[in-house]
């Protein structure tokens, strides 16, 4: 995606690692994030959404290897915060699909795909997954569902 509102948060990620002399905006400590002066408002927060995007994305990995879907699940949410609130690329519908998908009863809800509106990705447990859907369904009438995913043997990465 080079055009839009995508290309622009692109723009905005090259210019805040500019101002922050690095080529490696994800890997810049967050405390230089947070105290470098002079760094406009807007890209502070592009840069610190890939910082600690970059840092849920390795607590991910290793909750998943541990097999602590809560953790995962909670790791899901705080990145759609992330992407809601520090990245602005969310939308209000996707905003309350995830809200609702983890009221009742989801482990952790995020957007998925290139933001802007879109889909949502839920983990939930097998067992509560019927009862769950029907009730965000329920709550979203305009929402689609579209796939889920189960893990086989033949996927299992252990």
Request: with cysteine; hydrophobic share 35%.
């Amino acid at each position: 995606m080079t055009d839009g509102r995508y290309k622009t948060r692109k723009l905005e990620c090259d210019e805040a690692a500019r101002e922050l002399g690095t080529d490696k905006l994800c890997q810049t400590p967050l405390e230089i994030i947070q105290e470098t002066s002079g760094l406009a408002e807007h890209l502070r927060r592009r840069a610190r959404h890939c910082r600690t995007e970059h840092t849920r994305v390795i607590d991910a990995v290793s909750a998943l290897q541990h097999h602590m879907p809560d953790d995962f699940g909670s790791l899901m949410t705080a990145s759609h915060r992330s992407m809601r609130d520090d990245f602005e690329m969310s939308t209000p519908e996707i905003d309350r699909l995830v809200d609702d998908a983890v009221a009742i009863g989801a482990l952790g809800a995020r957007l998925t795909g290139g933001g802007f509106g879109g889909c949502i990705v839920a983990l939930v447990e097998e067992a509560r997954k019927k009862d769950w859907l029907e009730r965000l369904l329920q709550a979203n009438p305009a929402a689609r569902w579209v796939s889920d995913v189960r893990q086989t043997p033949a996927s299992d990465p252990s």
